[in-house]
């Protein structure tokens, strides 16, 4: 079965908010009506997503990919990048941040295995003095 990629919608709400319970229901209008939550979907059924701002209005920064943990480690988060990548090609950026705290060696990871280069840290950025590894990406 060959997964959908799109940019999120309305009726997308309750879905994402399984996945990803920090943004209130308000955020996830705003963010969808500015084509900034895209989605996987498998079987017609909502299964991950990208979400991501955009610093200082010049600057996508990608704060959230998640894939329902029955469906990782099939590529999938893989094909989420690359249609966000393009996504931002044609809105015409040239570069991608992200970024994983120092005490997460899987996200860090992924971020390497996906082309992230390390841009530097932020230090005690979280509590018990964790940093924030921030990562960036040319489009």
Do not use: C
Request: no cysteine.
């Amino acid at each position: 079965m060959k997964p959908l990629i799109r940019l999120a919608r309305p009726f997308d709400i309750p879905k994402l908010r399984g996945l990803d319970r920090w943004p209130k229901e308000p955020i996830w209008q705003h963010k969808i009506a500015g084509g900034e939550v895209i989605v996987l979907e498998l079987a017609s059924e909502v299964i991950g997503l990208i979400r991501y701002e955009v610093l200082w209005t010049t600057v996508p920064f990608m704060g959230l990919i998640i894939i329902e943990e029955a469906h990782r480690g099939k590529g999938y988060s893989n094909l989420l990048l690359e249609f966000l990548k393009q996504h931002l090609r044609e809105q015409g950026y040239l570069a991608l941040l992200s970024s994983s705290q120092t005490d997460e060696l899987g996200p860090q990871n992924w971020h390497r295995h996906m082309g992230f280069k390390s841009n530097g840290i932020i230090e005690n950025i979280a509590d018990d003095d964790v940093g924030e590894i921030v990562y960036r990406m040319m489009l």
